[in-house]
């Protein structure tokens, strides 16, 4: 069978595909940060972020990358020397580790075996052990292996201590739960590119009460991402620095139509397109890498021996379609697909059409035919 390769598709786990609308606002006429236009979309926006956090606390935003705001999260609440517990899954839970360690911190670990969620006991029994820890810091999702965090009872075990419970909600705010407020979270960050729909160059962050008892006399130096001049800053109408105009007029058009749809929508949405990837990796006959999959990313197990990055890049020059593979150690071992963004089923089935048949060139034996029919019957029996 022939396969139809004439649209550009962009399967990862960040940066993903855009909404038409919001490929339309991007193109708009800049407009100046310092407007009545443009604070009153600031306004509207920075309102409706306490919607997709969940919260009644502020959240701000920062012109950076997602790694920005996990640095912006810390260095507000971290003091030097203190005692800090970091869950480490894969390549950004030792990220942040060594943010935490650059800036001074006793880092202790909890190293997980990848691909592994984060055990809640192991947690309780640190914590009990070190009653003067001050932060404790994991990733809701960890995107280099496709994995979750029991994060709702990780968040109930450190909310009876002094510390904070910071959450890298990159790979998973707007794509699974993580009611901020309910679940007693002190601080979390997400990422626009993700499943926010845009273009990479925001973060957004919140903290709880209990964490802005910390970052109120906090003496760690910080100018950039200080929240103390942000909250001011926004207090007044204002972004403390230049405003990413562009950026948060589209964000205002998403956030309005996830208010229109309502979050469940949205998790039901992506989880469908989570389920639908995995039940076409047994198709395929691959397997799916993590014990505790995420519905914002699935990462594939390839064979022993299979060269995964040379198949990504196959599948990119060959067939037009992007995903990712992975990191460290499983670099070259296993191929990740993002859920969220603009995703159509047309793109969900051309995906696994292009998967099967770069997967032929290097020597599977997939009938073409009937990978592309039990894509179109999984995706008519699950609308």
């Known amino acids: 069978m022939s396969i139809d390769t004439s649209k550009s598709l962009l399967l990862a786990p960040g940066p993903v595909q855009l909404h038409p609308e919001v490929q339309k606002i991007l193109s708009l006429p800049m407009i100046h940060h310092r407007t009545p236009e443009f604070d009153s979309i600031l306004k509207t926006v920075l309102s409706d972020l306490k919607t997709l956090f969940v919260t009644k606390e502020k959240v701000f935003i920062l012109s950076s990358t997602g790694s920005g705001g996990m640095e912006a999260l810390l260095i507000n609440v971290i003091r030097p020397k203190a005692k800090v517990l970091a869950i480490i899954s894969g390549k950004f839970g030792e990220r942040w580790a060594e943010m935490a360690e650059i800036f001074g911190a006793e880092v202790h670990k909890i190293n997980v075996p990848w691909g592994s969620a984060a055990n809640v006991s192991d947690v309780e029994k640190f914590l009990k052990e070190n009653p003067d820890t001050e932060i404790v810091m ?7 292996t496709a994995t979750v965090h029991p994060i709702k009872e990780i968040a109930e075990v450190v909310a009876k201590t002094k510390a904070v419970f910071l959450v890298d909600a990159i790979t998973a705010l707007g794509a699974m739960p993580l009611p901020m407020d309910e679940w007693q979270i002190d601080g979390l960050v997400a990422g626009s590119q993700k499943a926010i729909m845009l273009p990479t160059g925001l973060s957004l962050v919140s903290f709880s009460q209990k964490a802005w008892a910390k970052i109120k006399d906090n003496p760690t130096p910080r100018y950039y991402f200080d929240i103390r001049k942000e909250l001011a800053a926004n207090d007044k109408g204002e972004t403390f620095f230049s405003s ?13 139509d996830i208010k229109s749809t309502g979050l469940e929508g949205l998790f039901k949405t992506i989880q469908r397109r989570a389920f639908y990837t995995r039940a076409m990796a047994s198709v395929l006959g691959l397997e799916v890498y993590s014990k505790n999959p995420s519905d914002s990313v699935t990462a594939l197990l390839l064979p022993p021996g299979f060269d995964g990055a040379k198949l990504r890049e196959h599948l990119e020059k060959s067939y037009n379609v992007t995903v990712m593979g992975g990191q460290d150690q499983l670099k070259g071992k296993i191929i990740r697909l993002g859920h969220m963004g603009y995703i159509t089923d047309q793109d969900l089935h051309q995906t696994t059409e292009r998967l099967a048949a770069g997967l032929n060139d290097f020597g599977f034996s997939l009938d073409l035919q009937k990978v592309s029919d039990s894509s179109l019957h999984w995706l008519k029996e699950h609308r």
Request: aromatic share 4%; hydrophobic share 50%.
């Open 138 to 144: 994991s990733q809701a999702c960890e995107t280099s």
């Open 244 to 256: 990413n105009v562009a950026l948060i007029r589209a964000l205002d058009f998403v956030l309005k």
